[in-house]
């Protein structure tokens, strides 16, 4: 029988997607996708959050986002109280379980950071993580 994490620990993995296929991400906000190096570019990126051990972590383990220079949107909350075995066809993923969360992300005046934050159900842990472009 699966169940959830008892563990305290949060571990994340940074991914871009295209249909079900994900390749890690590694964390350039200014990806250069319109060709012009002084301008700031809008894109987007997945977390897979799990526990110390790749599976689900612990219910009521939280995800949220923030910005500081960007319009940041996507998905936040807490995580689903299920396995959280995720689609069989996603490819790509370093686990089969865990929660994906989607981040969203466009310049505004000054773009500076990007943060995201995971928050233990368990209290163990508190995991931020800033990316700049």
Do not use: C, H, M
Not at 48 to 74: C, E, M, Q, R
Not at 89 to 112: H, I, K, M, N, R
């Amino acid at each position: 029988v699966l169940s959830q994490s008892r563990q305290d620990t949060v571990a994340y993995e940074l991914y871009t997607r295209v249909g079900d296929a994900f390749t890690p991400f590694n964390g350039d906000l200014d990806a250069d996708l319109d060709g012009d190096p002084t301008t700031f570019d809008s894109g987007a990126f997945w977390v897979l959050v799990t526990d110390g051990n790749g599976a689900i972590p612990a219910s009521g383990t939280t995800f949220s986002v923030s910005g500081s220079g960007y319009k940041v949107g996507g998905t936040s909350g807490d995580v689903s109280n299920s396995v959280g075995l995720l689609p069989t066809s996603y490819t790509g993923l370093s686990s089969s379980f865990g929660q994906l969360y989607l981040v969203t992300y466009t310049p505004e005046d000054s773009p500076e950071e990007v943060s995201f934050t995971i928050v233990s159900a368990q209290g163990g842990s508190t995991l931020k993580v800033t990316l700049v472009p």
